[in-house]
């Protein structure tokens, strides 16, 4: 596609629920990242593909929080038994160099309310 | 650990005036610095990178300076018009990792009144 596509858009959820977030790359950027925005922050940065592996996933706050890039092209955001502190807008970039020169492109996000 | 500071956290300027956005960074041990608009409700759109080995990059009426050795970095906007209200983020990247986590400011909220 021509930008980064993320779905769904909005996500309304309850408490303890599971949720998943899709992120659809430029085609032929090989790096992929996750960022979470809260509102009126910057974003912060959750995991980082290179490929098909993740090759930093540092910022994942705990173990509900989960990504996947099966075929080093589209990936998938898992939050499982969700809280309302994980509300935010979920961003994803993608990179074609992957290395430190890479500039990155974002999507539009998906904006993630935990009732 | 990085940190990245923008000042001001908002301002309001009337169309036509020349302003400068402020980001400052605690680390300078960086590979870029990386300027963003976001919309509201909307992504990021990448405005300028700036190598560390640069000082400074140009696009139309936008121009960004970086000081590294003193961690700064400005983004001067020409004549600005209403159509440049939004939020302007800066972002950072380590040099000691491959490619991964830009350290993001808050960001300056910009409005141009007409």
């Known amino acids: 596609g021509a930008g980064v596509s993320q779905t769904p858009s909005n996500k309304v959820t309850e408490k303890g629920k599971y949720v998943e977030l899709r992120c659809d790359p430029i085609s032929g950027h090989t790096a992929l990242y996750w960022y979470r925005q809260s509102l009126g922050q910057g974003p912060e940065f959750l995991i980082y593909?290179?490929?098909?592996?993740?090759?930093?996933d540092s910022g994942l706050p705990n173990d509900r929080f989960f990504a996947v890039r099966p075929e080093g092209s589209v990936s998938t955001l898992k939050i499982q038994r969700t809280e309302r502190g994980d509300s935010a807008v979920y961003l994803c970039?993608?990179?074609?160099?992957?290395?430190?020169?890479?500039?990155?492109?974002f999507g539009e996000g998906s904006r993630l309310t935990v009732l | 650990k990085q940190e990245v500071t923008q000042i001001p956290a908002a301002l309001s300027v009337p169309e036509g005036e020349n302003l400068v956005l402020n980001c400052s960074f605690t680390?300078?041990?960086?590979?870029?610095l990386q300027w963003f608009r976001q919309d509201p409700g909307k992504g990021l759109t990448s405005l300028l990178l700036i190598q560390s080995s640069q000082r400074e990059q140009t696009s139309g009426r936008l121009n960004a300076s970086l000081d590294k050795s003193s961690g700064r970095s400005t983004l001067y906007i020409a004549a600005s018009q209403p159509g440049d209200s939004a939020t302007y983020l800066c972002a950072v990247r380590p040099q000691e990792t491959s490619g991964s986590r830009l350290t993001f400011g808050e960001g300056t909220q910009l409005t141009v009144n007409p």
């Open positions: 970039a993608s990179s074609l160099a992957g290395g430190i020169t890479g500039e990155l492109f």
């Open positions: 680390d300078s041990a960086i590979y870029n």
């Open positions: 593909f290179q490929g098909t592996g993740a090759a930093d």
